[in-house]
């Protein structure tokens, strides 16, 4: 959901809001971009920094799952 709402993000910044560090973030990243949902592309000021994006196929499954997250609200 982080990258629906923030295309072109860092790694650091992904692991920033999810509160996760770059060493388990890495291999979801590395199989989500093997499943062609995301791009890792470095940075070309600063090759130690990764930027992710979405692919199209990454978009397309923002409205498949839209349903998980309207699930996942706890009405008050």
Not at 29 to 41: D, F, G, S, T, Y
């Amino acid at each position: 959901m982080i990258l629906w709402q923030t295309d072109k993000i860092s790694v650091k910044a992904i692991g920033q809001q999810a509160l996760l560090n770059s060493n388990t973030l890495t291999p979801w990243l590395k199989r989500m971009e093997q499943a062609n949902i995301v791009k890792r592309i470095r940075n070309q000021g600063d090759e130690r920094l990764v930027n992710i994006h979405l692919t199209q196929d990454g978009w397309a499954l923002k409205q498949q799952l839209a349903c998980i997250a309207e699930q996942l609200i706890i009405p008050t």
